[in-house]
């Protein structure tokens, strides 16, 4: 029997030149009486990359990590049907900060380019929508995922969470749809929202109507802006839906060759190793060298544990993360 599988054939990030340490924002909290320390120890922060370049977007850091990733895959621009670019800092809403890359990466056409935004979970939703257009359209048989976050374009240096955990970076996927004898690559997903935190992560803080409409002059209302919440429930729920993906495919979570997390909080990812019974070395942890980049941070932790071969062929493989709001989602992948 044949399986039409829809597989990774490609991963590429980037990040800006520019490196900063934790000492940098020690000082700067240190200046308004603030102490992060304890934080930045907790989070086992140590550097991220915040761009210092003024002509640097989302777009141009995305089309930075779409070469790097069609290149790793193999194939040109040219065989790509689909593009979806998840961002929570566009360059634009009009016209689709996807057309805009396109054009950038050589365009001139393709079948179908698009934005989506679930913030920090957008990367993850991408990959989910992309996966299955690609499995229910018979014209789609590759697809570019990309997801950019600039964060420095729009922080608050006040924000004591994210000013000092938060960093810049992009990070590409390629999926191609394949006929093999053996079902493989993206296999499922589940999901969870709730609203109890739906006004703790906003950005504007004010609101866009309120920012381009009513001219509000106050430069933090036109930020980011985070109020600190107790956010320890998200391993019940990505237990929970580990435990709901592999009781579908009849496997156990210690079937699992490897699990992708956010990179927001290692102490979650543990918390949910834990309770899976399963050890830390079947995890990928890059937040201590590239900060929480949002959207990207559970791709650039699978690129690499792609090319530093901690994924083999045949894994069973779940990425998960979570987004503002809050929502939450884990795909399934076999390798």
Sequence with gaps: MRHQNINIVGTGIYHPRHRVGNQYFIHHFEKMGKDVSGLLKHLEREYRYLSDDPDETAVTMGCHACLAALKNAGIGMEEVDL????????EFTSPT????????????????????????????????????????????????????????????????VSYSNFGD?????????????????????????????????RMPKAGFSRVIRDGVEHDEDKKWY?????????????????????????L???????????????????????????????????????GYTGTTSPVLALDRALKTGKIHRKDYVTICSMGSGTTVSVLLFRF
């Design 83 to 90: 593009l979806v670019f998840a961002t929570d800092t566009p």
């Design 97 to 160: 900060n996807a057309i805009k890359l396109l054009d950038m990466l050589g365009g001139p056409n393709i079948q179908m380019a698009y934005d989506t935004n679930s913030n920090c979970l957008g990367m993850i939703t991408a990959l989910d929508q992309a996966s299955r257009i690609l499995m229910t359209n018979r014209r789609f048989h590759k697809a570019l995922v990309v997801g950019s976050m600039l964060f420095s374009s729009v922080s608050s240096r006040k924000d004591v």
């Design 169 to 201: 970076a992009a990070a590409a996927v390629v999926l191609k749809k394949e006929e093999e004898d053996e079902k493989r690559g993206f296999l499922d997903s589940a999901h969870y929202t709730q609203t109890s935190e739906c006004d703790c992560i």
């Design 226 to 250: 985070w109020e600190p919440f107790d956010g320890s429930f998200i391993s019940d729920i990505w237990e929970r839906l580990i435990r709901e993906l592999t009781e579908d495919y009849h």
């Design 252 to 290: 156990k979570p210690s079937d699992l060759g490897h699990l992708i997390f956010s990179q927001f909080t290692v102490p979650d990812t543990r918390r949910t190793l834990d309770k899976l019974g399963i050890g830390y070395d079947r995890t990928t942890y890059v937040g201590k060298e590239y």
